[in-house]
C-alpha cells in the first residue's frame, strides 16, 4: 500500500496563490497515477486534476484550467498543485489519490485505490 499526507492549505484571499503539496511513501512513487479532487460543503467530492506515472499526461477540470498546474517530482516521491487566482468558489478540502493500475489520468474517484487525509483550501472575497 501508499501512504499520502497532504501538506499546504491554508486561508486566502481571493486573487491570492496556494501550492498543495502530496508525499507518498509505501511504494514506488513513479508506479502510482495521481490525482486531486476537492470537495464543498455539502456538495459532492470533484475532480481536479490527473497525472500520469511519469509525469508526462496530465489533466486538468475545466473549472480550474489556466489557474491550476498538477506537477510531480519522483525523485522526492512529491505530487504538487499550484492554485493561482483563487476563487471563493475554490473553497473545498482538497484530496491527494494515488492508483498503482491506472493508464494516463483518471477523472472518477472510484478509479483511484488510495487518498490522503485532506487539507482545507479557505478563499474569501
Known amino acids: 500500500q501508499v501512504q499520502l499526507v497532504e501538506s499546504g492549505g491554508g486561508l486566502v484571499q481571493a486573487g491570492g496563490s496556494l501550492r498543495l503539496s502530496c508525499a507518498a511513501s509505501?511504494?514506488?512513487?513513479?508506479?502510482?497515477?495521481m490525482g486531486w479532487f476537492r470537495q464543498a460543503p455539502g456538495k459532492e467530492r470533484e475532480f481536479v486534476a490527473g497525472?500520469?506515472?511519469?509525469?508526462?499526461?496530465?489533466y486538468v477540470a475545466d473549472s480550474v484550467k489556466g489557474r491550476f498546474t498538477i506537477s510531480r517530482d519522483n525523485a522526492k516521491n512529491t505530487m504538487y498543485l499550484q492554485m493561482n487566482s483563487l476563487k471563493p468558489e475554490d473553497t473545498a478540502v482538497y484530496y491527494c489519490?494515488?492508483?498503482?493500475?491506472?493508464?494516463?489520468?483518471?477523472?472518477?474517484?472510484?478509479?483511484?485505490?488510495?487518498w490522503g487525509q485532506g487539507t482545507q483550501v479557505t478563499v474569501s472575497s
Open positions: 489519490a494515488a492508483d498503482p493500475y491506472l493508464r494516463g489520468v483518471a477523472t472518477r474517484r472510484e478509479s483511484y485505490d488510495y
Open positions: 509505501g511504494r514506488t512513487f513513479s508506479s502510482y497515477a
Open positions: 497525472i500520469s506515472r511519469s509525469g508526462g499526461g496530465t
